[in-house]
């Protein structure tokens, strides 16, 4: 009987507190694609709804976007822009909830958000680009004492990004370009853990930083002057987390058995996968005010739900969690049109599927199909400066949830409404 307590405590103290690792939700300032990836760092692709994403190329975000758009640019020019967000995401709890509490409040944190981008024009051909932003991550955080908090309390993952580019234009109709992306990453989780003796509960706590690099590679077609065609492919990013998990308020009889066991102490690795991406845009000068635009995409995120974690204890064990991600696919269309020489307008919708089916939807994962509605305008003060606002709204709607755990505890209900608004504003001077 004793083993058997031990068992099912392990579970809820290791399997379930490390399955919270797989909050790779809401960053600063953005929103999730049909996984985690995360369109909007204050460029004037907010106001397009990410449509035309890889074949704009008319500022220097175009150096994350797709790197070979920076050969498209005249002379070298910075674009920064900055991002606050208002978010709902409240949980509705049902009658097969086990666990008495509070429904945990507004989940999304907002927090304050921002990027950089720059392109050096060399020559005509040859341009070099930095960026630096976060199109991962993100941050949840639910009160204390609500009905899901065996399962999550709040967690963080950040994950920054710093990528140096270069861009060549082989000849009129072809551009390529390419970059190292070096990003580094925080993570950090807590989650309640139920002492065996009635009483007040303990916590679990995790916190890491690493680092991973992978690679963006972009390809830029203009088959006439009023026509871009832009490939991007963004390839995976290993980020592996080691750190001890701390426990706080837990009952002597469950830190007894942790420590006979070998587990209290010990180092626990976390490896997770940021998916790869494969995008396929499209710019098309309509008239001489109109352009139209657009975007597919599709990104690996079965992958990113295959967490390897190792508990390096007394008695040394590993597995592969699997939690049954699927990989997504986007499609955008949007417009620009030019009301006068300093003053453009946009508008865009983008439709994502989502990563999780009903039945494998976590609070650490909350998230399903996503739309996307923008509206933007920039304003030319001058020759070389230019700002710009935007606006995005985000619906998700309601997202059932159904959750268990092998002692018995369950959580049941969804989450309503859920929304995000987006404001934009950036700024782009020309050297």
């Known amino acids: 009987m004793a083993r058997m307590q031990f068992v099912r405590t392990c579970s809820i103290v ?20 049909g996984g985690f990836f995360l369109y909007e760092m204050g460029t004037p692709d907010v106001g397009l709804a990410s449509a ?43 009658t097969s909830t086990t666990t008495r509490g509070t429904d945990g409040g507004n989940a999304l944190v907002p927090l304050p958000a921002g990027s950089f981008f720059y392109v050096y024009s060399l020559n005509s051909r040859l341009k070099f680009g930095f960026a630096m932003c976060d199109y991962f991550g993100g941050a949840l955080e639910y009160n204390l004492n609500w009905v899901g908090r065996y399962f999550l309390q709040g967690a963080t993952i950040l ?78 990013v290993d980020l592996n987390f080691s750190s001890i998990p701390h426990f706080r308020g837990t009952g002597p009889i469950l830190m007894t058995l942790l420590r006979r066991r070998g587990l209290l102490g010990a180092p626990v690795d976390l490896g997770i996968t940021v998916p790869q991406m494969v995008m396929l845009s499209a710019y098309r ?45 986007q499609i955008a269309a949007g417009l ?19 990563m ?3 039945g494998n939807r976590t609070v650490s994962a909350p998230v399903g ?5 923008a509206a933007g305008i920039q304003y030319q003060w001058t020759e070389r400066l230019k700002t710009g606002f935007a606006y995005e709204f985000l619906w998700e709607g309601k997202m059932p949830l159904q959750q268990s755990r092998i002692t018995g505890t369950t959580l ?10 987006f404001f934009s504003l950036s700024l782009i001077y020309v050297f």
């Open 356 to 358: 999780v089916s009903d």
């Open 14 to 33: 290791w399997f379930g507190a490390l399955a919270i690792s797989l909050l790779m939700t809401w960053r600063p300032g953005s929103a999730l694609a």
């Open 369 to 373: 199909a996503q739309y996307r509605y």
């Open 336 to 354: 620009q049109y030019q009301v006068s020489v300093p003053l453009m307008l946009s508008a865009g919708f983008a439709y994502d599927s989502s």
């Open 285 to 329: 000068q309509i008239t001489g005010r109109l352009a139209l635009l657009g975007s597919v995409n599709w990104q690996n995120w079965s992958q990113f739900g295959l967490v390897g974690i190792n508990v390096n204890s007394a008695n040394p064990r590993s597995l592969t969690q699997n939690f049954n991600y699927q990989d997504t696919w």
């Open 159 to 236: 994950g920054l990004s710093f990528i140096p580019a270069v861009a060549y234009r082989v000849n009129d109709w072809l551009s390529v370009g390419g970059g190292v992306n070096v990003m580094l990453g925080y993570l950090r989780e807590k989650a309640g853990v139920r002492n065996l003796l009635p009483g007040r509960d303990g916590q679990v706590k995790y916190q890491d930083y690493t680092a991973g690099v992978g690679g963006d590679i972009g390809l830029m077609i203009q088959p006439d002057e009023k026509t871009r065609i832009g490939i991007t492919y963004l390839t995976p």
């Open 412 to 421: 049941g209900g969804q989450f309503t409404n859920t929304v995000i608004n």
């Open 52 to 94: 035309g994403y890889g074949a704009r190329a008319q500022d220097a975000s175009t150096v994350f976007s797709n790197p070979a758009g920076m050969a498209l640019l005249d002379h070298s020019q910075l674009l920064t822009g900055i991002q606050p967000i208002y978010t709902h995401l409240n949980f509705a709890p049902d």
